[in-house]
């Protein structure tokens, strides 16, 4: 198992995570993530109201389970675009009854990394 690599030092948050996976509108954003989207299209796919969309998104971003992009348009105008961000999401107990969450994250392709890198050089700037 590979511990969330993304994740430094910190996991992601066990009642974060867990709270997502809980909410069946999340659930169902998961569901229609088969391939990255943006928001506009699961609004129709998941049949869930833009600013409950928006809302679950956040939530499903924030427990690190979803990725956020940028889809570029012709006409210039930029759009969110998700995509689910694990491959297994791991609940254990350790000995002293502590709940532990590990995520194990998709294998990056090198642009994907650098995008990242360069999404993290912007946000110190």
Do not use: N, Q
Request: hydrophobic letters at 35%; aromatic letters at 4%.
């Amino acid at each position: 198992m590979v511990r969330d690599p993304l994740a430094g030092d910190d996991a992601p948050d066990l009642d974060a995570v867990l709270g997502a996976l809980y909410d069946e509108d999340c659930r169902a954003i998961i569901r229609e993530l088969d391939e990255p989207r943006t928001a506009s299209e699961l609004t129709e796919r998941c049949d869930i109201p833009r600013s409950t969309l928006y809302r679950k998104l956040d939530t499903l971003t924030e427990a690190s389970l979803l990725a956020e992009g940028t889809e570029i348009r012709d006409d210039g105008s930029h759009a969110g675009r998700y995509e689910i961000d694990f491959r297994e999401v791991i609940v254990a107990c350790d000995d002293e009854r502590e709940f532990d969450i590990e995520i194990e994250r998709p294998a990056r392709r090198a642009d994907e990394r650098l995008a990242e890198l360069w999404s993290e050089v912007r946000e110190e700037l």
